[in-house]
């Protein structure tokens, strides 16, 4: 294995709590650096490219771009990582290489992939749980790599139940990361978030199949830039003191708190999964028993946790005042991440009515996110809401539901109502001390 990233961890909050308070909210921001050249090339990797491969996939060229994308990405694997190709219909099936196995990245082997991948054929239905137990399979035996996937699908879990999906999730959860894309309309936004949240990757909506090159592309480098497998966030929080929530919020809102592993007296871990050179976001809050004016204590300690290794750490602080303008004083960073995740859920929940035909909860829940959007300076969000509502007033949130919206823009506010921005003072908060 190569040398880890260089890691560190900056804590932002506001350590006082008034008389009796018990609730600390802070940032963690987790910034690694790479080791070497950013490729990621001394790290052991293994990719599996999942295509769905249904009946439905041959229509408004999906199944040509499809093919297009899994070439450019089996193009970009770097020698000596592990690889196969899988079609997904009904039950999975092996494209290359032959037989339940990975090979090696070589000039030869990635051509003969290009050449088993030009001969897919669309034919049969979707069963993604199967496709994703075969990945599983896959990826047994190479636990000391970064194990990734690439799923594809244009359609619905339709050809096996929802208990046979949620199966398959648990049994394949900690064992590799997927992201996935969504082609077309006809698939389900709620069900691949759901794959990909308990997968610990990333999902996005293309409408147009012409798109579908570049973002493979884009995800397969990614991966290869990934320099440690398994990274986990280890938080230590004082006797009688209770964890509330950890959320990712950059790149994107993912509530972690239910994957919680307990590691010791008073620790539990959270896998963040695989880590480059890249910065992501998390706030968390804890509740602490109160103390005495002028008492001090560490909340909580968190520390970055890779192959029994200590990366980098930061701590939580509190301390109770009774001077009214420190316990009030709002850190920026945090009121910044409290919107996002209410911006989130807004949305989905304003969709969610919108289908279900309660236009008065579509419109309030809507409106505050066009609210919310605006404050949190979230401009593409603001852009897909417009074409979801027609704003009266941004201020107030005062806006009328749209009678025409097109399917693609509904998926594509839906898909993307998890993904953050970075707050504003980010391009000087280097400066800072860290944790």
Not at 139 to 158: E, M, P, S, W
Request: with cysteine.
């Amino acid at each position: 294995m190569s040398e880890f990233p260089e890691f560190t961890v900056r804590v932002d909050q506001n350590p006082h709590l008034p008389v009796g308070g018990r609730e600390m909210h802070a940032i963690v921001s987790v910034a690694a650096r790479s080791s070497g050249t950013g490729t990621g090339s001394g790290a052991k990797a293994a990719e599996v490219i999942i295509i769905d491969t249904s009946g439905s996939m041959s229509y408004r060229g999906k199944m040509a771009a499809a093919k297009r994308a899994a070439r450019a990405a089996v193009n970009v694997l770097r020698d000596g990582v592990q690889f196969a190709v899988i079609a997904g219909a009904n039950r999975p099936r092996m494209i290359y290489p032959q037989g339940e196995r990975l090979v090696e990245a070589n000039e030869t082997a990635r051509r003969s992939a290009v050449n088993a991948i030009g001969r897919l054929e669309a034919a049969g239905g979707t069963a993604i749980g199967s496709w994703l137990r075969l990945a599983d399979r896959l990826f047994t035996g190479y636990d000391d790599a970064v194990r990734h996937a690439i799923l594809l699908t244009d359609g619905k879990n339709q050809h096996e139940s929802a208990a046979e999906l949620d199966a398959a999730l648990r049994a394949c959860t900690g064992h590799f990361l997927c992201d996935a894309r969504g082609v077309g309309t006809d698939w389900d936004v709620a069900e691949l978030r759901k794959i990909t949240s308990a997968l610990l990757g990333g999902f996005l909506d293309v409408p147009d199949p012409a798109d579908l090159e570049a973002d493979f592309l884009a995800m397969t480098r990614a991966a290869m830039s990934k320099e440690v497998a398994d990274v986990v966030l280890r938080v230590w929080t004082p006797q009688q003191a209770r964890l509330r929530f950890v959320k990712q919020m950059v790149p994107a809102v993912e509530d972690l708190t239910g994957r919680r592993v307990e590691s010791g007296t008073q620790t539990g871990d959270y896998p963040l999964g695989a880590w480059g050179e890249e910065s992501r976001e998390y706030h968390m809050c804890v509740e602490v028993q109160p103390g005495d004016v002028g008492r001090q204590m560490r909340a909580a300690w968190v520390k970055l946790i890779a192959d029994d290794r200590v990366l980098a750490s930061g701590n939580v602080l509190a301390e109770w005042t009774d001077d009214e303008a420190l316990s009030t004083r709002i850190n920026g960073r945090v009121a910044h991440h409290t919107g996002q995740s209410e911006l989130a859920e807004a949305i989905q929940e304003g969709l969610e009515a919108r289908r279900e035909g309660d236009e008065d909860t579509a419109t309030a829940r809507l409106g505050r996110a066009v609210v919310l959007a605006r404050e949190v300076g979230n401009e593409q969000i603001s852009g897909l809401l417009a074409k979801v509502v027609d704003v009266v007033d941004p201020v107030r949130g005062t806006v009328r539901l749209k009678r025409d919206v097109s399917k693609a823009d509904e998926m594509s506010l839906d898909t993307r109502s998890v993904r953050t921005v970075r707050t504003r003072q980010d391009d000087d908060a280097g400066n800072r001390a860290g944790g």
